[in-house]
């Protein structure tokens, strides 16, 4: 089955794109099941994304081939002579996408009075598009009944182009009246994310504010984090009984933020490790990491002012696989039993194996990580967790930088934001299913849209 | 120099990609994809900083006889046979241009199948016992605060098996409310999800303040300096 749609005329084959998101797929094919048992007859799919009036997007393709009387009518309509008595959609219009890419088209219409959904007396929609008003106009797309809305994207920049709807009924059809010109453009501004680059905006200024109060004396009160409190005893404890510091940085590769975070704090431990003129090991899944860890590492040691001490085999290189670096880390804490385990990164199921392993030896063990569903097994098998937001903050937290200490109150005030929105909109939404006031609905659903990707 | 011309990169990248999510207009429209192949080719790159470490570390291991150093044998003898069987294409049924490196029957496939798969899964397998290990200790009733968590444990423990169906089947409908099934599902679905909504919102928070800091340059940690 090909996802690959006609190109339209004066256009080469090479720039036709497949649809937006394969994975629709698959919930059109049910839905094309589901529609089968609703109609009498059969439908033949067609390329495009469908939007009905309640709000559910359906992307079929091209050669669905699930036929129906109206899918068979859509196809064969442009030979057949079918009689124009069906309802037209009054109203029609086509427009460039708004804050697209360009090559995109959206076509509008209101649907008949007749149009009562799936079941009803109207079959669905052909869609049809020309170069000129005049036509010729060829079929490109089918909705269903209740759709209000068509993305053509199959289209070129720059080039003028007429839209007609078409109703379907058992016996007839209906053609509105013309949609367009319409001339799809790339657009320079998104403004679909108008709200996250609000939050971004406010988070951005919140964190800059901050830093600067508290460069010109401001105190801030930051809250103890136990986990991050316990590295020096971690760190001192491993030098007294003469045992290496094991640092995890987790199994994600450097373009993950998390990793980035373990290492800031691995920098950290490195001068603590130095200045204690311990041992640290730091075995890596990924060989980006290796590399950023012993630059890392060096730049600690020569900071505490021992880059004698540094040694660069201590970092090391197992493999990118999973269970092959958990059996490579599982190894080597069997063997040479670290006095001190730290986990500072993303990490999936090894999580639980590493820690009950650095449990079972008698580790000290101090786990950092963003993902919530292994925090559990941390919590459970680690001395010490830094949950989520803390392993990001540890950075700031352990330099004590004012710079930075700011960026950790910017990052509150976005909580206290947040908060703020959800006891609000529950407050109101509550409120309003109570009173049946419906401004204060409108309010709820304003303030779950902000804090949702929907208007993307 | 050193760190200037990382931090350079860093802010001008970070601040491009955060402006381009902004602009669907071509050519920013394809940044992110862009950015994302080509550190996709740097880090196949560093397939190879990672083999070359590989090798030199279990060498030295093993040309010192270090302790443990057998263990590094098998280790460079896994490797180097895997990479031969791969790159040769050796046992492909369809020859060394006829087909994909992974084709069923290869010595690669085979490798792949037969050794390092089951020693995989085997590692996996270890998770069971390690959960009952972890889940022993994490539900001792020390105090009020474990207590509850044991008992909620409980309940959706039991509520995930048959017994949990059986137990409180015989409950007439309007105590509904206290069935065992009844009551994991508002523990998952109401309790759990608002403390894990909690924790993600934490998160967003923490990843977009780390990247702000780490695009301003606030944040140099990674480089090696405070």
């Known amino acids: 089955m090909s996802l690959v749609r006609p190109a339209p005329r004066g256009r080469p084959d090479h720039q036709t794109r497949p649809p937006r998101n394969p994975l629709l797929l698959p919930l059109a094919l049910i839905l094309g099941g589901m529609l089968m048992g609703f109609l009498p007859g ?33 196809e064969g309509a442009a030979g057949d002579a079918v009689p124009q008595t069906a309802p037209p959609p009054p109203e029609i219009e086509a427009r460039d996408t708004p804050s697209d890419r360009g090559e995109n088209i959206t076509v509008t219409w209101t649907p008949p009075p007749e149009d009562t959904g799936v079941g009803g007396p109207v079959f669905g929609y ?18 269903s009944p209740g759709a209000t809305r068509y993305d053509d994207t199959n289209v070129a920049d720059g080039l003028p182009y007429y839209y007609r709807v078409i109703t379907l009924t058992a016996s007839a059809e209906g053609t509105s009246g013309i949609g367009g010109p319409a001339i799809a453009a790339p657009q320079w501004i998104n403004t679909n994310q108008w709200n996250v680059f609000i939050v971004l905006a406010l988070l951005l200024g919140f964190n800059l504010y901050f830093i600067e109060h508290i460069k010109a004396g401001g105190k801030p009160f930051i809250r103890k984090i136990a986990g991050l409190e316990a590295i020096n005893e971690a760190v001192g404890r491993a030098t007294e009984m003469g045992r290496p510091i094991l640092f995890v940085p987790g199994i994600q590769d ?21 200045e204690y003129d311990s041992r640290l090991v730091v075995p890596t899944s990924r060989a980006l990491v290796m590399t950023t860890a012993r630059e890392t590492v060096k730049e600690a040691f020569l900071a505490a002012g021992r880059p004698e001490s540094y040694d660069e085999s201590s970092i090391y290189y197992i493999t990118d696989e999973q269970f092959g670096y958990v059996a490579g880390v599982n190894g080597y804490m069997v063997r040479e039993k670290p006095a001190t385990c730290f986990y500072m990164g993303a990490f999936f199921a090894e999580s639980l194996i590493l820690a009950e392993t650095g449990n079972s030896i008698g580790a000290i063990q101090v786990a950092g990580t963003a993902m919530p569903a292994q925090l559990p097994f941390f919590v459970a098998a680690c001395d010490y967790t830094l949950i989520g ?68 | 120099m050193k760190r200037t011309i990382p931090l350079l990169i860093t802010g001008v990248v970070g601040t491009v990609l955060v402006v381009a999510y902004f602009i669907p207009h071509p050519p920013f429209d394809s940044l992110r994809e862009d950015f994302s192949i080509f550190f996709d ?80 899964a085997t590692m996996f397998a270890l998770l069971a016992f390690y959960v009952a290990s972890a889940s022993f ?19 959706v423990l039991i509520g995930r098996t048959f017994v949990g169906e059986l137990l409180t089947s015989w409950l007439p409908d309007s105590l509904h409310f206290l069935t065992i099934p009844y009551l994991v599902e508002k523990i998952m679905v109401v309790l759990n999800f608002a403390g894990n909504r909690a924790i993600m919102i934490g998160i ?23």
């Open chain 1, 42 to 74: 059969s439908v033949t799919s067609a390329s495009g994304q469908v939007e009905t009036e309640a709000g559910g997007q359906v992307e079929t393709e091209t050669g669905g081939q699930v036929e129906t009387e109206a899918g068979r009518r859509a």
């Open chain 1, 126 to 143: 052909r869609i049809e598009r020309g170069l000129s008003p005049e036509g010729p106009f060829e079929h490109i797309g089918q909705a």
């Open chain 1, 389 to 456: 937001e803390e392993l990001f903050a540890a950075s700031a937290y352990l330099s004590g930088e004012p710079k930075q200490l700011g960026s950790i109150k910017g990052q509150d005030v976005g909580k206290f934001i947040g908060m703020l929105s959800v006891a609000v909109g529950v407050l109101v939404l509550s409120i309003a299913m109570i009173t049946g006031w419906d401004p204060l609905v409108r309010v709820a659903e304003w303030i779950r849209i902000f804090w949702s990707t929907e208007l993307a």
């Open chain 2, 137 to 155: 200790r994490a539900f001792r009733a020390k105090n009020a605060e474990a207590t509850i968590l044991l008992l909620v444990a409980f309940i």
């Open chain 2, 41 to 120: 080719i740097i880090a196949s790159v560093a397939f190879i900083l990672g083999g070359g470490n590989l090798i030199r570390m279990h060498g030295s291991r093993i040309s010192r006889k270090e302790s443990n150093w057998p263990y590094s044998v098998v280790t460079v003898l896994g490797f180097l046979l895997t990479l031969f069987v791969g790159l040769t294409k050796l046992g492909n049924p369809n020859g060394f241009l006829g087909s994909s490196v992974t084709t069923s029957g290869s010595y690669f496939y085979a490798a792949y199948e037969y050794i390092f798969r089951p020693a995989a």
């Open chain 2, 204 to 226: 967003a928070l923490g990843i977009v303040s780390t990247s702000l800091k780490v695009i301003i340059g606030i944040d140099r940690s990674y480089l090696g300096s405070g």
């Open chain 1, 254 to 274: 450097m373009n993950d933020i998390q990793t980035v975070a373990g290492v800031t704090i691995l920098s950290y431990i490195a001068r603590t490790v130095a």
